[in-house]
């Protein structure tokens, strides 16, 4: 049966119709709302922040390292410079991939893989966000072009030109300048972040790191408009930055070349003062290295070698070295056993070539087996007798001798630059109780007297030591820098002067160490043969290894780097001091007879004119009468 026909209804299709219009007319409108909304948000209400953020897309704040401070010898003489260099820069946050174009940067400069390895290293430190790390130093015009030419492929890497730090002496100030290396991230925590902005170098040791405030200036900025790959269009602002104050350090070149040349190549150190200053002339710690090799970053084969070298070269021998002082301590313990008062110039001390203590049977050898019969100060100090100075140290006591050691800067820090100084050790009581757990012994004491046992000094503070002799007493810190921007540099904790009850004391002292020169029967009169002046001095042996007790020591039988270290003391002229010299010869086993020289070399170097005449602001000629009353 057919199906009725449909009639189609108008009105209804009409009322669809019209729905869906409202309904999409009702959509379309929202939709315009909530744009409109959101553009009146962005356009209206984050007007501020949009803007700035737009203005900080174009507009960047660039720092502007300062120029470090240069450092000169005290005769103008450059031992650090700045000198020009083009590295190559990468942005991390704007190379994408960064690995990858290290990659082609290893690639485009034709570089090994260890070379790659560093880079590495370099991008991983620590660093601030956006700030350009120089992955390669000293880039040759071949390069600068190679990178130029794939600069497409090598987003966020660039090609910057910047002052290094150059040291044109080479290896002469290695251990009293120091060297300059890159920040690691340890450091990066401590400065001060918007100061070392664009820094990324900073002193490692000597002057370069105790005045690095000084030396580094302040950072100065500028706000350059870039476009959208990062390229500089045009400077906005400018603030310069203030560059780093310059330094006049107190040495002096002529005489570290000759104090160098005088150790002729052997392990030791050497440090020259001015008593009256305390200024550092010379200090040698020998062998030294080139401080050039560390500041833009040294390989790690070349490292290894210095590293691992059995001679040392980084370490700073003049500061860190620890040595037992020997028979160098000598005049000092001889003023404290006159200011004591437990002897007198003319005290004398019998010396069978050894000294017992009451009720014990040990020997306490004298260097001298045969002894020296009865001797007064001016005779034990002349020829350094050790049973005269055991006997003195078991008068004074530990409490005491410990007592005047330390105002003579045994056991303590003595500079006023220097950070790397070691403090040595002036053994002492409670030291023992507090290290050892043991108490002293009345022996302990004995070997002190003559600068052995526990007692540990670097040259750097006998030196300080023979100073206060010259001086009488007047306390002047060793420093290394003359002036800083033209100011001299001040002591914030001065140390007294040794004021004794009887000043005469130090000229008995200063006369016995001149018979050690000129005496006839001194230890090391050969050393002042020819000398047009006259020089007070002490030698010293300091035992690497020890010896058994009634044996002698033979250096046959001893390993060359086992046998001792020969060290010597003095200052000249005697009786108007300008230069007072400590000198260290590793494995030199004769104080009197390797490092006496030494000191001599260094004294001519300094007091003698270009003709090898005695300068005349120095004259103090040894007389021919008194040469004959002494002999």
């Known amino acids: 049966m057919p199906q009725p026909i449909r009639i189609k209804d108008h009105e209804k299709d009409a009322r669809l119709v019209r729905g869906r219009v409202v309904f999409g007319a009702i959509a379309v409108v929202a939709l315009i709302c909530v744009l409109i909304a959101r553009l009146y948000f962005l356009q209206v209400i984050q007007y501020e922040y949009h803007s700035t953020l737009s203005e900080n897309n174009r507009v960047h704040v660039q720092p502007i390292p300062p120029t470090r401070g240069l450092i000169f010898d005290r005769n103008g003489v450059v031992v650090a410079d700045n000198r020009p260099s083009f590295s190559l820069s990468m942005t991390r946050e704007r190379s994408g991939d960064w690995q990858q174009v290290l990659d082609v940067i290893v690639e485009v400069l034709e570089l090994t893989p260890e070379d790659r390895v560093i880079f590495e290293k370099r991008m991983r430190q620590g660093r601030r966000p956006f700030e350009p790390v120089p992955i390669l130093f000293e880039l040759t015009e071949e390069q600068i072009a190679r990178i130029a030419v794939n600069q497409f492929r090598l987003p966020g890497v660039e090609v910057v030109a910047q002052l290094v730090r150059h040291y044109p002496q080479g290896p002469h100030f290695a251990h009293s300048v120091g060297y300059m290396g890159r920040i690691n991230e340890k450091e990066l925590k401590s400065l001060d972040p918007v100061n070392y902005s664009g820094t990324h170098h900073i002193g490692k040791t000597g002057i370069e790191r105790f005045y690095e405030p000084e030396l580094h200036g302040q950072v100065g900025y500028e706000e350059v408009e870039t476009n959208a790959r990062g390229r500089v269009l045009r400077v906005l602002k400018r603030t310069d930055p203030i560059p780093g104050k310059d330094i006049v350090l107190s040495l002096d070149i002529k005489l570290q070349e000759a104090a160098e040349a005088a150790l002729g190549g052997r392990r030791g150190a050497v440090v020259a003062l001015d008593p009256k200053t305390g200024e550092v002339l010379a200090m040698v710690s020998a062998p030294s290295f080139d401080p050039n090799l560390f500041v ?249 290894v020890a010896i058994k007790q009634g044996e002698k020591y033979d250096r046959s039988k001893v390993q060359e780097r086992h046998r001792d270290h020969a060290l010597f003391v003095g200052f000249a002229p005697a009786d108007n001091p300008q230069i007072v010299v400590s000198v260290m010869v590793e494995n030199g086993e004769s104080g009197s007879g390797v490092a006496a020289p030494v000191v001599r070399q260094i004294m001519d170097a300094w007091l003698l004119d270009q003709d090898g005449r005695l300068k005349a602001e120095y004259a103090s000629p040894i007389s021919a009468e008194a040469t004959a009353r002494e002999e």
């Open 296 to 544: 833009t970053g040294i390989s790690f084969k070349a490292y290894a070698e210095l590293r691992d070298s059995i001679d040392r070269p980084l370490f700073n021998r003049v500061l860190r070295g620890l040595y037992p002082p020997g028979s160098t301590i000598k005049p000092a313990v001889a003023i404290a056993g006159l200011d004591a008062g437990v002897v007198t110039a003319s005290s004398r001390v019998y010396d069978p070539g050894y000294y017992q203590l009451p009720n014990y049977d040990h020997k306490y050898r004298n260097w001298n087996r045969t002894g020296d019969g009865y001797v007064d100060l001016d005779t034990a100090i002349m020829r350094s007798n050790d049973t005269y100075f055991y006997d003195l140290a078991h008068k004074l006591g530990i409490d005491r001798l410990s007592a005047y050691m330390s105002k003579f800067g045994i056991g303590q820090k003595v500079s006023l630059d220097m950070f790397e100084e070691s403090p040595g050790l002036m053994p002492t009581r409670e030291w023992k109780r507090a290290t050892r757990r043991q108490a002293w012994f009345p022996g302990e004491t004995l070997i002190l007297g003559i600068g052995q046992g526990y007692m540990q000094s670097t040259p750097l503070q006998l030196a300080q030591a023979t100073a206060l002799v010259a001086s009488k007493g007047v306390w002047n810190r060793p420093h290394l820098a003359k002036t800083v921007e033209g100011e001299r540099p001040k002591d914030e904790d001065p140390m007294p002067d040794i004021i004794l009850r009887d000043p005469s004391d130090w000229a008995k002292v200063n006369h016995g160490m001149q018979q050690v020169m000129h005496g006839a029967r001194g230890t090391a009169r050969k050393a002042a043969i020819g000398a047009q002046y006259r020089i007070a001095g002490k030698s010293g042996t300091a035992q690497v």
